[in-house]
Every structure is written in C-alpha cells, then in structure tokens.
C-alpha cells in the first residue's frame, strides 16, 4: 500500500510539473508569436516610411520644378506646335499692356551673342525700366548654363529670348542634321532655365539659305540698323549709329557682350524716348503691327502699313 501510495503522489508530481512546463511553453509561444508580428509591424512601418520619403522627394522635386517653371512662364499662351502663329508660347515671362504704345513709334533694339555678366548683360537689365523698355536677347545656347541667373532675369522681365545657335556657326555652311543640332540643343538649354522653348532666331552672321529656313522651323529675325559695335567698341559711335539710322518698325543689331554696347544703346534710349518712340521686344512689335509671323519669310522690321 505504500508503494502504492508512493506512486501516485510521483505521478501527481509528473502531471503537475509537466501542466507547469507546458504552460511556461505557451506563454513563450505567445511572446515569440508576439514579439514576431511587432517585427514584422515595425518592418512594414519601416518599409512605408521609406516609400514615402522617396515618393516625398519625387513630389517635392515636381512641385518645386513645377512652381519654377509655372513662375518663369507666367502669363504664358499654351505651348503649340512651331509654326502656327496663333497661340504661340510667349516667349517673355511677363507681358505688357501694348495699348499704351499704340501711337508711339516702336524700335526694337535686339542684342546677340549673350547672355553675359553684371557689367554688360545686368547693366542692361539694371537700366531697362528708366525707359519702359524691354528687348529681345537672341542667346548663344553654349553660354546658357554659365548665365542660368541672367537669362532667368532676362526672361522674368519681359524681355524676349531667342536663339541665336548652339555655337555661332554659320548655319548656311551645315547639313540639315547639322543645323537641326545647333539649334535643338539651344532651345533645350534655354528652355531648361524658363521653362519654354523660343520661336524666334537670328542666324549667325545673317547666313542664310533654304536649308536654314526648312531646318529652323522657326520665325527668322535679321535686321535694319546695323550699328557695328563689335567693331568701334565705342559707347557714343553705338548711340550715333543707332540714333541716326531709327525708323518706326526698325529692329537694331547690338551684341551685349561689349559694355560699350550696353552704355549706347541706353544713351539712344534717352535720345529716342523724347522723339516719341516706344522700346519694345520683336514679338512685341509683331503683334502692335498686327503681324502674324510665320517660318517662310524674313523679318528685318515691322514699318507701319502706309
């Protein structure tokens, strides 16, 4: 009997401390279970937040891209296909009411070669609004990213921007690739730091033949006052040049990469202002004449009709 007694009481023992050992088994189960899916809770946070910071930046990145480009082309037309004269982009980041200038005469002074430093290019700007003058800047694409903050200015102002090539070539002397590269590239440049491509060009030393014309594709502007000043470099010879050749429609030739041809064109500013001309951009000029400028033909003023 006592052996028997014995055996029950061991198994008892047994049974209690197998019940305790599974116990402590379940709860560690729970944990782990636990333990597992906060784990797999925190690498699912983990995972979402690294997915919206990257889905942040991509955001911050369009709105900011999206808010230059929205600021540099304010008041801008849609954008159309090159060509079509109507509903052209503008190609000036602020426009203008041209109905004050309705009875005025319209010079448009034109500068090539840019954009260039404070003391041409900026000088310029600097000056523009004495004389509630805005110009047109026909760029070379390869001194684009090295001026990004002048050509920005120019464009901001309400100054046209145009093309001027690549890298000055003689566009007459290319292949058609060749001039469609000069100039695709300009435009891509430029259209890199305002957010628009320009319609407008001015070839390279005025060269010009069909394949220029078939290749651009765009509104070809030459000129009618040469004023020379890359060759006098001569403030008061730039004024002279300017101030005795002006007609009402005149597009002049100046390069703002000399200072002496900043300082004269706006000493003929003040000149003309006080025989009643208006200083407007091309395009400008273009719309108070009631031109609607296509790619065939070559524009070299904008005379009022007779």
């Known amino acids: 009997m006592k052996d028997k007694k014995s055996s029950k009481r061991i198994i008892s023992a ?13 709860c560690g189960l729970k944990k782990n279970s636990s333990d597992a899916d906060a ?5 699912d946070t983990a995972s979402q937040s690294s997915s919206t910071d990257k889905s942040e930046d991509v955001t911050d990145g369009s709105s900011t891209s999206a808010s230059s480009t929205s600021a540099s082309s304010e008041s801008t037309a ?4 090159q060509g079509n004269s109507e509903a052209q982009p503008q190609q000036t980041g602020k426009t203008r009411d041209l109905s004050t200038f309705k009875d005025k005469k ?3 002074i034109t500068f090539d070669d840019g954009p260039a430093g404070a003391e041409s290019t900026g000088k310029l700007l600097d000056n523009l609004d004495k004389y509630n003058a805005r110009v047109t800047f026909f760029v070379v694409g390869n001194r684009v990213a090295n001026h990004a903050s002048i050509l920005k200015r120019e464009y901001e102002m309400g100054n046209q921007v145009a093309s001027h090539s690549f890298t000055h070539a003689n566009l007459a002397k290319l292949s058609e690739s060749g001039i469609k590269d000069e100039l695709d590239k300009t435009n891509e440049a430029i259209k890199k730091v305002i957010g628009v491509e320009p319609t407008c060009i001015r070839p390279p030393y005025g060269s ?7 290749a651009a594709n765009m509104h070809i502007i030459t000129w009618s006052i ?13 004024c002279n040049n300017i101030v005795s050749k002006a007609f009402d429609g005149a597009i002049v030739l100046l390069h ?8 004269g064109a706006l000493k003929a500013m003040e000149i003309l202002k006080d025989q009643g001309y208006a200083f407007v951009t091309v395009e ?23």
Do not use: C, H
Not at 14 to 26: D, R
Not at 78 to 81: L, R
């Open 226 to 238: 040469d004023t020379l000043d890359w060759k006098n470099k001569n403030a008061d010879t730039v």
């Open 78 to 81: 849609p954008k159309s296909t």
């Open 256 to 263: 703002d990469l000399y200072p002496t041809s900043v300082d």
């Open 284 to 306: 400008e000029m273009a719309k108070l004449r009631g031109v609607e400028m296509n790619n065939t033909a070559v524009y070299n003023n904008f005379k009022p009709a007779s």
């Open 106 to 108: 319209l010079i448009a």
């Open 39 to 43: 784990q797999t809770q925190q690498s």
């Open 14 to 26: 047994l049974l209690i401390i197998a019940l305790i050992a599974l116990s402590f088994t379940a």
């Open 208 to 214: 010009l033949n069909d394949t220029v014309k078939k």
